[in-house]
């Protein structure tokens, strides 16, 4: 997925380059996006999104601003296949249906393009609003994970183990 652009009706996924950084920064520090991802700055950004081998991020794109980020990280043995999906959107594109145009658009890829039939997602067990957005795609709650995050004042919170399994490509 690395050079892909994928199209929606009223966004874009296409991966994060460095011009993208202070814009994501921007996103992830506005208080209802840290609220669940945590702190973060252009150097994290750029090791997270730019720099791991083992995660693919792509900016959400809605007209020409940057609105979001998606990661995918993919597990490639055949025998456990599957992919981890995450997804932070600017507060201004919250509540709108974006997040979940953009989690089917990537999970339609993925499932066509890479045989994924399996999907994960992990948002803390308190993020109401994201869990009703990921049920609403088809993700189900599988399992409390306890203790599963840190924030940012160091307490342990609880994190909500969802998957949505495509039966078609089974």
């Keep these: 997925m690395a050079d892909l652009e994928l199209r929606g009706e009223r966004l874009t996924l296409r991966r994060v380059v460095e011009p993208d950084v202070p814009a994501i920064a921007s996103i992830l520090a506005e208080p209802a996006v840290a609220r669940w991802w945590g702190s973060y700055d252009e150097g994290r950004v750029r090791r997270e999104m730019l720099q791991d081998p083992?995660?693919?991020?792509?900016?959400?794109?809605?007209?020409?601003?940057?609105?979001?980020?998606?990661?995918?990280?993919?597990?490639?043995?055949?025998d456990y296949r599957h992919a981890g999906l995450d997804?932070?959107?600017?507060?201004?594109?919250?509540?709108?249906?974006?997040g979940r145009e953009a989690l089917r658009l990537a999970i339609?890829?993925?499932?066509?393009?890479h045989g994924h039939h399996r999907f994960t997602i992990d948002p803390e067990?308190?993020?109401?609003?994201?869990?009703?957005?990921?049920?609403?795609?088809?993700?189900?709650?599988?399992?409390?994970?306890?203790?599963?995050?840190?924030?940012?004042?160091?307490?342990?919170?609880?994190?909500?183990?969802?998957?949505?399994?495509?039966?078609?490509?089974?």
């Design 108 to 113: 339609d890829h993925l499932v066509a393009e």
């Design 87 to 98: 997804i932070g959107l600017a507060t201004a594109y919250q509540g709108r249906g974006y």
């Design 54 to 78: 083992g995660v693919e991020a792509f900016v959400i794109e809605i007209g020409a601003e940057v609105a979001g980020v998606l990661y995918v990280s993919e597990e490639r043995d055949s």
């Design 125 to 170: 067990a308190g993020n109401e609003v994201a869990i009703r957005c990921y049920e609403a795609v088809g993700f189900k709650p599988v399992g409390l994970m306890r203790r599963y995050s840190r924030r940012a004042d160091g307490t342990w919170v609880d994190g909500l183990l969802m998957e949505l399994i495509v039966e078609q490509n089974l």
